[in-house]
Every structure is written in C-alpha cells, then in structure tokens.
C-alpha cells in the first residue's frame, strides 16, 4: 500500500516562498515518476509539476514556469515543490500524487496518478 504524506503549507505574502515536502513508504520511490497537483475553491484540480523517476526530466504547467521546483531525493523518498514568487492565484490545497502503475516521465495526465496524499494547505494573501 503507497502512502503519500505532504508538509510545508502555509500562510505566506505575495512575493514570499515556500517548500512543500512529500514523503512516500510502500514500494521502491526510485521506479516511478512523481507529481504535484492542487486544487483551489470551486476548481477542478489541476495539474502543477511532474517529475521523472530519476529525476533527470520535469514538467510545469504554463502558470508556474520559472517560479516552481520539483525536485526529488530517492535516497530518501522525498519529492519537494520549491514555490518562489507566489501569487494570490497559487492558493490552493497542493496534493502530491503518485502512479499506480509503472510510470517513467513526468507525465500531466492526473488519471496517470492513482495515489494521492491528504493535501497541504497554501495560502497567499495579497
């Protein structure tokens, strides 16, 4: 059974950052790629950043691009979503998400991801 636990949400200015962390047990981190979606009030959830199994490739939406992060430690079954420049627009419950079966890239489609964690809180005030 994966588990999928994220930390590092908060409550944070316009223009300020945060690190949003997401831990992963059940099954070998390193075999699958990993993303990171989030879902505001009265929206559909959207996708945000995805990243390969090793690491090596990434994908953003538009929105985010030059702003976010993904990164991963394999060693340590952490996938981060360092958040720069946030925007009132980027609040929003952010849910790391993982495949349920082998995925290599760093795919956009959510129905790629079967596993989601309970969900982080961001909060950007203007």
């Known amino acids: 059974q994966v588990q999928l636990v994220e930390s590092g949400g908060g409550l944070v200015q316009a223009g300020g950052s945060l690190r949003l962390s997401c831990t992963a047990s059940?099954?070998?981190?390193?075999?699958?790629?990993m993303g990171w979606f989030r879902q505001a009030p009265g929206k559909e959830r959207e996708f945000v950043a995805a990243?390969?199994?090793?690491?090596?490739?990434?994908n953003y939406v538009d929105s985010v691009k030059g702003r976010f992060t993904i990164s991963r430690d394999n060693a340590k079954n952490l996938v981060y979503l360092q958040m720069n420049v946030l925007e009132p627009e980027d609040t929003a419950v952010y849910y790391c998400?993982?495949?349920?079966?082998?995925?290599?890239?760093?795919?956009?489609?959510?129905?790629?991801?079967?596993?989601w964690g309970q969900g982080t809180q961001v909060t950007v005030s203007s």
């Open positions: 990243i390969s199994r090793s690491g090596g490739s990434t």
């Open positions: 998400a993982a495949p349920q079966s082998w995925l290599s890239g760093p795919s956009a489609r959510m129905t790629e991801y079967g596993y």
């Open positions: 059940g099954r070998t981190f390193s075999n699958f790629a």
